[in-house]
């Protein structure tokens, strides 16, 4: 049996990004299908995901912040979020200029099964569990570079 040879340096950076490419659309189709399922479109999820619910609730500009948009993209995302009963804004009692995000019991719910789909569906469970370990070390370590 012929042992082939992996790439040679030259190749392996171009290749690596090739797959990330690939590993990413195999997860933007597992996205896009737990999406249609809970009937959120990505901004959508997205904000449900910047809602930590162990964590202190957001003002709508630290949310717009960490979404990397608009306050008035916020506002628009918030309004879809209250009509589907996900999250509640409320006025910040100690800055009344502050208006605060909070998810309810049914947006917790929401980003719960969202973040089990993914975790359930994700091409990384091809991965042992040493596997997956280096690869958190590797992308943290990428990640940390930029």
């Known amino acids: 049996m012929m042992e082939t ?3 040679t340096d030259a190749q392996l950076l171009p290749l690596l990004v090739e797959r990330i490419f690939g590993l990413s659309s195999d997860l933007k189709g597992v996205v896009g299908d737990i999406l249609a399922e809970l ?3 990505n901004p ?3 904000a449900l995901w910047q809602l930590e619910p162990a964590g202190p609730p957001p003002s709508m500009r630290q949310l717009a912040a960490g979404l990397r948009c608009d306050p008035s993209t916020v506002t628009f995302l918030a309004d879809r979020l209250i009509e589907r009963g996900l999250i509640d804004v409320r006025v910040d009692p100690a800055d009344r200029r502050r208006k605060t995000v909070t998810l309810t019991s049914k947006g917790a719910e929401t980003r719960q099964r969202l973040l089990a789909a993914l975790t359930t569906r994700s091409p990384l469970t091809r991965l042992s569990l040493d596997e997956q370990r280096q690869l958190y070390d590797l992308l943290g370590r990428a990640a940390a570079a930029t």
Do not use: S
């Open 5 to 7: 040879e992996g790439p």
């Open 39 to 41: 009937e959120l479109t």
């Open 44 to 46: 959508l999820a997205d």
